[in-house]
């Protein structure tokens, strides 16, 4: 366990890998890895890491035995005051399949930092634990995990950022023969935390993203800058619009629920997103190839109807497997743990 303090600012039926040799892996370069840091926004990794991730996401998704006792004797703590399907689910039983152990922590009733200070309590648990997954309320608390802790804290979900659902989503694209580096991924709706790690995600992999909300539920103006200047660098294109003819093209047409946890009921932003709502009409200006998207759970009849989410062009359930897929690949390489044959085998092959 470290103890060193750090600064961090196929077919998906069965795993195996479209396009390449049975076995064979999405290659990725030497030292891409990230390794020794926190992960709370999907801009604390490099292009080259995210490509890194997913190549080794995929590599255990097709051979998972392989990476049995690559997390023995380390452990996870996880912080959630949030409730939780897929997230708790694919953290604690993806890290148990690689050898860890697991400590789940409820702050739904008790927030963190109420019982003692968040500096006290990231300075107990980074004598115990080698990392911590935390789901908040407000990023503002792993800021402060991370300004006090040792341990290596990695954003399970916060107000402004969800980058282990953008790095599935990533390996889902990937798996359905979509290059991240040449793909219009569309959104539609409410501009909300994964809107924007989705937007990270394309701006850094020089790839394009149209939103397309009504301008009262854009996504944070001060958080879009940011991307843009990322986007400036990359190439990426980064649209808002309320037109929704601009989706047409798209490889991808993702949505999420229009009333966020935690956030108040509004009849008027659900009638103002109603427009929105991803039906099969919307589907056909995307085009018969796009893929329908959504990170769940989903509230059928209001974001998306049955048509489109079990219809052919559903990825939502290989989104949901894929949870656990990437953020074993992040945890592994955050702790520096990749069984020496996984990594040669990620390496090994250039696409």
Not at 12 to 38: D, E, H, I, Y
Not at 119 to 139: F, K, P
Request: aromatic fraction near 4%; charge should be neutral; glycine fraction near 8%.
């Amino acid at each position: 366990m470290s103890t060193t303090r750090t600064s961090a600012f196929s077919t998906p039926a069965t795993g195996a890998l479209v396009g390449a040799p049975v076995g064979a892996p999405v290659g990725a370069p030497v030292g891409a890895f990230p390794t020794g840091r926190s992960v709370l926004r999907l801009s604390d990794l490099s292009k080259r890491e995210i490509k890194a991730i997913i190549a080794l996401a995929r590599v255990v998704k097709a051979d998972i035995g392989a990476c049995r006792g690559a997390l023995a004797q380390r452990a996870m703590v996880m912080l959630f005051e949030k409730p939780s399907l897929r997230t708790r689910v694919s953290f604690e039983l993806g890290f148990q399949k690689l050898g860890g152990c697991v400590s789940y922590l409820d702050h739904r009733e008790e927030p963190i930092g109420s019982r003692e200070t968040i500096h006290d309590y990231g300075r107990n648990l980074e004598r115990l634990a080698d990392v911590i997954v935390a789901r908040v309320h407000s990023h503002a608390t792993l800021d402060a995990l991370k300004s006090s802790c040792a341990a290596r804290i990695v954003n399970a979900l916060s107000d402004i950022a969800h980058p282990c659902q953008a790095l599935a989503d990533a390996q889902t694209l990937v798996e359905h023969g979509i290059a991240l580096e040449s793909c219009h991924l569309a959104w539609l709706g409410d501009g909300n935390n994964v809107c924007l790690s989705l937007m990270e995600l394309m701006a850094i992999m020089g790839g394009q993203m149209t939103v397309v909300t009504p301008a009262a539920h854009r996504p944070c103006p001060a958080l879009t800058a940011e991307i843009a200047a990322l986007a400036s660098v990359s190439g990426a294109r980064i649209a808002l619009t309320d037109d929704v003819g601009a989706i047409a093209g798209a490889d991808a047409v993702y949505t999420d629920a229009w009333i966020s946890m935690g956030q108040a009921q509004s009849s008027a932003k659900v009638a103002e997103l109603r427009p929105l709502s991803v039906t099969p009409d919307i589907m056909r200006i995307a085009g018969p190839r796009a893929k329908f998207m959504h990170c769940l759970p989903a509230h059928r009849g209001d974001e998306v109807v049955d048509a489109v989410i079990d219809g052919p062009q559903s990825v939502v359930f290989d989104q949901a497997e894929n949870r656990m897929h990437a953020q074993n690949a992040l945890l592994m390489s955050l702790l520096d743990a990749i069984p020496a044959g996984i990594k040669a085998r990620t390496l090994a092959f250039q696409p």
